[in-house]
């Protein structure tokens, strides 16, 4: 059983269009990952998140993402004029402390057509 | 640039053989290194970690570390067929930077 639980499973959107991929952790975490994986790469960090901050982000994490954890629950990642290349599974983690093990949710598979 | 580097494989091994799997890191100040398993169309399952010079053994598996050679390996004994996947080894960025950096995966193929 996950340890946090992503939705959607699949989301399918317009080009140019806004999309939110949501991370619900099953117990009380302060810290929080998003990565993407393209289909047949290798798994990619884009942020992370401590304390309702942004602690570290990658270089694909520009203007176009954003992280919030609007309701102190669920944690967001929202993606901005989406583009095709923005077609991944998207992973959210999370971990007990800032060098623990992270724990990976079961993905939300985004396409954009 | 970190870089993590693994044998994309195939790797193939017979049911209950010892399957090794190795993952050398670019960045000397990474600190924990963990070993995932992915199955096709699934999420990254956690499977080892370590932090020390040494080996460290968890039921099957075994992994080893050597932050000299910048080195980290997974074995898996008595290798079963459910074992068949991709293997991530995963390195985090050290110097008060948690973000992990992966490898491409080894996929192993456990014959039976």
């Known amino acids: 059983e996950p340890e946090v639980t992503q939705t959607p499973s699949h989301q399918v959107t317009q080009m140019g269009q806004e999309v939110i991929l949501r991370c619900v952790p099953i117990?009380?975490?302060?810290?929080f990952y998003w990565y993407r994986q393209i289909l047949g790469q290798k798994v990619e960090f884009l942020v992370s998140?401590?304390?309702?901050?942004?602690?570290?982000k990658s270089e694909i994490f520009d203007d176009q993402f954003s992280v919030e954890r609007p309701d102190g629950s669920n944690f967001t990642l929202k993606i901005r004029s989406t583009k095709l290349e923005d077609s991944a599974m998207y992973f959210c983690?999370?971990?007990?402390?800032?060098?623990?093990?992270?724990?990976f949710g079961d993905g939300t598979r985004l396409s954009i057509l | 640039q970190k870089e993590v580097e693994q044998n994309s494989g195939p790797l193939s091994v017979p049911e209950g053989a010892i399957a090794s799997l190795n993952c050398t890191y670019s960045d000397r100040g990474s600190q924990s290194f963990f070993w995932y398993r992915q199955y096709s169309g699934k999420s990254p399952e956690l499977i080892m970690f370590?932090?020390?010079?040494g080996d460290k053994e968890d039921g099957r598996f075994t992994a080893q570390l050597n932050k000299a050679s910048q080195y980290v390996s997974l074995l898996i004994r008595d290798s079963q067929p459910s074992d068949s996947a991709t293997y991530l080894c995963a390195v985090n960025g050290g110097a008060g930077s948690y973000q992990l950096t992966f490898g491409k995966g080894t996929k192993l193929s456990v014959i039976p």
């Open positions: 998140f401590y304390n309702n901050e942004i602690s570290e």
């Open positions: 983690a999370r971990s007990g402390g800032d060098d623990q093990p992270q724990h």
């Open positions: 370590i932090y020390s010079n």
């Open positions: 117990s009380n975490h302060l810290y």
